[in-house]
């Protein structure tokens, strides 16, 4: 077995099938597999994954899931030479992105993971394509992957697996101990996926906050220094009333991304206001409804 992906699910009964379809439509000598681990989704997922015969479909409990210990189940059962992370909300752009990722990953020995571009789709919120936009097309702050898209070589998991305590930001974790040890990361410019977020503010909110949370965290215990994000949410701002000006939607677009920019203002105050908390934890929040399973609300359109 050449590939397998692996994907998370909770609730993606609209997006997976589309996922799932840009994988089996792909042209390639290579072999792969898919792995769905869904935890508890109390929509119609289950059933479209069924539906599936060659998906192989893992469980866990929805108060056992992080993001690393979804990831750590499908690797328990996977079989290919090199692993595929990417997000049920994802979409891969070509046909060709199986072959790409496995010839580049044969002819490259040294490289233990290649992580690609994300790109919006057209009602995507005006803030989000503006982040896409700084961090692959610009490239700021383009130096960790993400596991939303993301091909690792299968051998670098006998040396560790992800980090199952941590609430977010697995990927950025685990690079990082990779890094110390000489493991070897690239990103790669022939593996784009479409990327949705049907977030409202309350949920940009949570992202943003669990984020930072981790980044905290990772500051402190690999001595790690991270900038200032609250001139950098600014500058964001500006360029988020840049990109609507020039579309003619400012009126109409304005008190979405302003929603948005301050939800997330808001996520990392609140993290650094816990973390320079020493007696509350994040567990003592209900972490698994208030952070990654929070109930939804209508979205709020740019």
């Known amino acids: 077995m050449d590939l397998s992906f692996i994907i998370?699910?909770?609730?993606?009964?609209?997006?997976?099938?589309?996922?799932?379809?840009?994988?089996?439509?792909?042209?390639?000598?290579?072999?792969?597999?898919?792995?769905?681990?869904?935890?508890?989704?109390n929509d119609n997922t289950i059933k479209v994954l069924q539906k599936y015969e060659d998906v192989i479909l893992l469980k866990i409990k929805k108060d056992e899931f992080t993001y690393g210990r979804s990831i750590n189940v499908g690797l328990s059962v996977a079989r290919g030479r090199y692993i595929c992370l990417v997000s049920?909300?994802?979409?891969?752009?070509?046909?060709?992105?199986?072959?790409?990722?496995v010839s580049y990953l044969d002819l490259n020995e040294k490289i233990y993971c290649i992580y690609g571009e994300?790109?919006?789709?057209?009602?995507?919120?005006?803030?989000?394509?503006?982040?896409?936009?700084?961090?692959?097309?610009?490239?700021?702050?383009?130096?960790?992957?993400?596991?939303?898209?993301?091909?690792?070589?299968?051998?670098?998991?006998?040396?560790a697996k992800f980090d199952e305590s941590v609430i977010a930001l697995e990927d950025m974790e685990f690079a990082i101990r990779m890094r110390q040890i000489g493991f070897i990361f690239d990103y790669f410019?022939?593996?784009?996926?479409?990327?949705?977020?049907?977030?409202?503010?309350?949920?940009?909110?949570?992202?943003?906050?669990?984020?930072?949370?981790?980044e905290l965290q990772m500051a402190n215990n690999f001595k790690l220094q991270f900038k200032n994000k609250y001139p950098h949410i600014f500058k964001k701002f500006i360029n988020d009333c840049a990109l609507i000006i020039s579309k003619g939607k400012f009126i109409k677009s304005i008190y979405g991304v302003f929603g948005y920019r301050l939800s997330e203002l808001l996520g990392i105050y609140m993290a650094k206001t816990l973390i320079n908390n020493k007696n509350v934890s994040p567990c003592k929040i209900n972490i698994i409804e208030l952070i990654y399973h929070p109930k939804p609300l209508s979205l709020d359109v740019d």
């Open 8 to 41: 998370r699910t909770y609730n993606e009964e609209l997006f997976v099938p589309i996922l799932l379809k840009s994988i089996f439509e792909q042209k390639t000598i290579y072999k792969y597999e898919v792995i769905v681990v869904d935890s508890e989704s």
């Open 88 to 101: 049920a909300h994802c979409i891969l752009c070509n046909q060709t992105y199986i072959e790409n990722v």
């Open 118 to 159: 994300h790109r919006a789709l057209p009602d995507t919120r005006t803030s989000e394509q503006t982040d896409f936009r700084n961090k692959f097309i610009l490239g700021i702050d383009n130096c960790y992957p993400n596991n939303a898209n993301a091909v690792y070589r299968g051998q670098i998991f006998n040396e």
């Open 189 to 214: 410019d022939a593996m784009p996926v479409y990327h949705y977020h049907r977030e409202d503010n309350r949920q940009i909110f949570r992202r943003y906050f669990r984020e930072h949370y981790v």
